[in-house]
């Protein structure tokens, strides 16, 4: 049975990750269109979640958490919009690094993810419901 509690902190462990990952997600996606209010500002940079195992010594196994949430040093995009506050002197505007795309697609695999790790305890928690009755 303690094994079974094991396999629960690890899932537990892949949800609470994949949650963190589906926030800066949202976050991302909520700033698709914002800008700079000035022509020398910059806009929203998007943000990449990674990852790393722990040793969790309370239970003897490795666990996932989130190491660092840290900024996409990728480019900004820029649109032509020569009447929008922040234009530069070309009429450009630096836009978010932000695809939408990229995001859904993102957002579609931690959900699976936190889908998979609440497969996980379900099971181990069928399991384990069914050893206790088995013992009665």
């Known amino acids: 049975m303690d094994e079974l509690k094991k396999v629960q902190g690890i899932a537990l462990s892949g949800m609470k990750a994949q949650t963190e990952r589906l926030r800066v997600i949202?976050?991302?996606?909520?700033?698709?269109?914002?800008?700079?209010?000035?022509?020398?500002?910059t806009p929203y940079r998007r943000k990449v979640v990674s990852f790393k195992n722990e040793l969790d010594k309370t239970i003897g196994a490795q666990k996932v958490k989130v190491d660092k949430v840290r900024p996409d040093t990728s480019e900004y995009q820029r649109r032509y919009d020569p009447h929008?506050?922040?234009?530069?002197k070309d009429g450009y505007v630096l836009a978010?690094?932000?695809?939408?795309?990229?995001?859904?697609?993102?957002?579609?695999e931690a959900q699976r993810s936190y889908e998979a790790n609440l497969a996980v305890i379900s099971s181990s928690k069928q399991l384990l419901s069914r050893t206790v009755d088995m013992l009665k």
């Open 84 to 88: 929008h506050p922040a234009a530069d």
């Open 26 to 41: 949202s976050e991302n996606l909520a700033n698709v269109d914002s800008t700079a209010q000035t022509p020398d500002g």
């Open 96 to 108: 978010p690094n932000v695809n939408p795309l990229i995001e859904m697609m993102d957002m579609r």
